[in-house]
């Protein structure tokens, strides 16, 4: 292997590693200011009135989760078993840029994942809608 080829790759894996980041931080700064009020800063919720997002099950399906942030939920929803029942707000002042990072970060910190959600992924989600 020619040695600009490995400082190619190297450098590439980084560029990726470095928007990740860049989406993680961000993300961050979103859940804090819009969702932590509810969710907790630890994303553990808040007795049976706010689901944890740590750990919760509702994860496994992304699409719905990127629903639910631009559009809100209503009705009965299970998370680990357990029943809540009150309206979460629409957060329609999101761009798709700033889902796909408090997606990114909730699915990083407490989701298991070491991988980016895309603008394109969350524009895909909501397009349908
Ligand atoms: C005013 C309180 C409130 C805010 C702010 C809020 N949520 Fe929620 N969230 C809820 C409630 C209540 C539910 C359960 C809805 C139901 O019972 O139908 C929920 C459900 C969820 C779920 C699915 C269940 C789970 O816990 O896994 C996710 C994921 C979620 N919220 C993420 C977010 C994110 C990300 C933000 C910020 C962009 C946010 N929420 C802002 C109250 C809130």
Redesign the pocket.
């Known amino acids: 292997m020619g040695l600009l080829f490995v400082i190619l790759l190297s450098s590439c894996q980084s560029a990726d590693k470095i928007k990740l980041e860049q989406y993680y931080i961000g993300g961050k700064e ?2 804090e200011a ?2 932590a ?3 907790q800063k630890d994303g553990k ?1 808040l007795q049976n ?5 740590a750990g ?1 099950d ?2 496994q399906n992304k699409s719905q ?1 990127i629903l ?2 631009k559009y809100g ?5 299970k ?1 680990n078993g357990k029943v ?6 629409a ?1 329609s002042h ?1 761009q798709n840029l700033d889902i796909a990072e ?1 997606v990114t970060y ?1 699915y990083n910190e407490w989701g298991n994942e070491q991988k980016l959600t895309t603008v394109e992924e969350v524009e895909e989600v909501l397009k349908k809608k």
């Open positions: 979103i859940f819009n969702c009020n509810c969710h919720g009135l706010y689901p944890p997002i919760s509702y994860l989760v639910a942030i939920l209503t009705g009965e929803i998370v809540y029942n009150q309206p979460m707000p957060n999101l408090v909730i």
